[in-house]
């Protein structure tokens, strides 16, 4: 399975498949499907070029153009052990770290990407469902359907697919502290995660209810009903 990732090994692979026949095939297009589908992915081509961990921000732009959204924030790892056993004083090391998530839409025909940056470098590359034409995404075509398709842990492209723009936005920031410990190495993480909320309301009149959608960098957190709209 790691091999088939390998952008060498798929070069192979185009020169044996003008020689083997169909039949003999079959292992390397399950080979390259299982490279096409969503989730985790090694590297993203962007018009013959490839993109991968560890690229810089302005490469990864220069490869494929500019994203079509763009979520920051930052997270800082704060560690706590102790100098020497049964010590009263501890070691503290802390390292912040500026997070961006990359949105790219290629269509309907390519998977939606989604590139995380930390401190400027490419460290993960994400696919979603499939993408949208960009003009008729900002167009729902059903605001009943668009509703019933939002789910927690949806990222903010998804919702403008199925319901476009809303007609209101509010944004606030919010620091968090999560605590983890190891008791046998007496060694305490704290982790610190400024989170960007963001709530967007969506009124498609009279007849339907007020809905409130309620983001954390860039995902879906919560859903809520309200009264009809105007």
């Known amino acids: 399975m790691e091999a088939c990732l390998l952008t060498g090994v798929v070069r192979r692979h185009k020169v044996l ?3 083997k ?12 499907n299982l490279f096409l ?3 985790p992915a090694v590297a993203l081509e962007c018009g013959g070029r490839f993109v991968s961990s560890g690229d810089r921000k302005y490469e990864v732009r220069s490869a494929c153009g500019k994203p079509v959204l763009v979520q920051k924030w930052q997270e800082e790892l704060v560690v706590f052990e102790p100098v020497v056993e049964d010590a009263l004083e501890q070691l503290r090391s802390s390292r912040v770290v500026n997070i961006e998530e990359w949105t790219y839409n290629f269509g309907p025909r390519r998977f939606l990407y989604f590139l995380r940056f930390e401190n400027g470098q490419l460290t993960r590359i994400d696919s979603g469902p499939y993408g949208f034409d960009a003009a008729s995404g900002l167009i729902p075509a059903d605001p009943e359907g ?3 398709f939002i789910e927690p842990g949806q990222r903010m492209v998804e919702v403008l697919r199925y319901c476009g723009a809303p007609v209101s936005k509010d944004s606030i920031e919010d620091l968090r502290t999560v605590s ?3 008791a046998k190495t007496r060694i305490l993480q704290k982790q610190k995660v400024l989170v960007r909320k963001e709530e967007w309301v969506y009124d498609f009149g009279s007849s339907r209810f007020v809905f409130f959608v309620t983001f954390e960098n860039g995902r879906v957190t919560a859903v809520e009903d309200r009264g009809y709209g105007h």
């Open 17 to 19: 498949m003008m020689r």
């Open 21 to 32: 026949s169909p039949l003999a095939l079959w292992p390397i297009l399950l080979c390259l």
């Open 37 to 39: 589908s969503a989730g």
């Open 146 to 148: 668009c509703r019933r």
């Open 180 to 182: 983890i410990g190891d």
